[in-house]
């Protein structure tokens, strides 16, 4: 289990989980408390791995669903995407990316669902892609094109097509286009002269159209020559 403490505290505070294998002496807690002030990590709390994977993943379950420390949650999170073998580990990050009463949980548990299975990441994915964080709604969209196939292909398409926030539409555009550069060619040229704050989906489409060799998108770019730097550059990899 990991080691929480403060870096603003003395090295008492510095603890471990009572699972953990080892313990550390004052000497190591005062070491840890001066490396950390020395980064500048100033009240931050922080985590320290002393056993990387020998907790059973029922135990790593029952932490991410009751573990008040953000930090210790994103530990959990990350030890359990590292099971991808492991079925109790993926139940554990659906429960997690679908209910987890935090955001940024939700957001770590849909992106690690990423390198599972898709019959156990996806029915998680498709309910995160729906969640009312637009962060969490990017991580799922980026899973799904790690997860790959028609079903994460239909529900990238759902996010490119419906999602409120223009960096989840962005995103989903890039994932359409890997998992189907010559499929995508139509969303590509769309999201060359989609309007966007900061214009992050006109960039995404640039981005794509590099895996798309096609006439068609030789046009879109140089018709925003003018307006996208980063089109110019990509234009002679699409020719």
């Known amino acids: 289990m990991p080691i929480v403490g403060s ?17 550390l002496s004052r000497a190591d807690r005062q070491a840890i408390v001066e490396i950390l002030r020395a980064a500048g990590y100033g009240t931050k709390h922080f985590i320290i791995d002393t056993a990387k994977s020998g907790q ?25 995407g590292r099971r991808t073998s492991d079925s109790a580990a993926a139940v554990a990050l659906a429960r997690a990316a679908r209910s987890a009463d935090h955001y940024r949980v ?7 669902l990423g390198d599972f299975p898709a019959p156990l990441a996806l029915p998680a994915l498709e309910a995160a892609a729906r969640d009312t964080s637009a962060a969490v709604r990017e991580a799922a969209v980026l899973a799904l094109g790690s997860v790959g196939g028609d079903r994460a292909r ?18 989903a555009l890039s994932v359409l286009a890997r998992l189907d550069s010559l499929g995508s060619k139509d969303l590509v040229l ?18 794509a159209a590099a895996s798309v060799s096609d006439s068609a998108i030789v046009n879109g770019l140089e018709k925003i020559l003018g307006d996208q730097e980063l089109a110019a550059k990509v234009k002679p990899f699409v020719d």
């Open 56 to 80: 059973p993943t029922r135990w790593l379950d029952t932490q991410l669903a009751r573990d008040p420390n953000l930090w210790n949650r994103s530990w959990v999170v990350e030890q359990l």
């Open 106 to 112: 939700r957001a770590e548990a849909s992106f690690a």
């Open 154 to 171: 239909t529900l990238a398409l759902a996010s490119w097509k419906a999602d409120s926030s223009y960096e989840v539409r962005a995103r």
């Open 190 to 207: 769309a999201g060359l002269t989609t309007p966007s704050y900061r214009n992050v989906i006109q960039t995404a489409a640039i981005s």
């Open 7 to 23: 870096a603003t505290t003395s090295p008492s505070s510095v603890t471990r989980s009572p699972a953990s294998e080892a313990a």
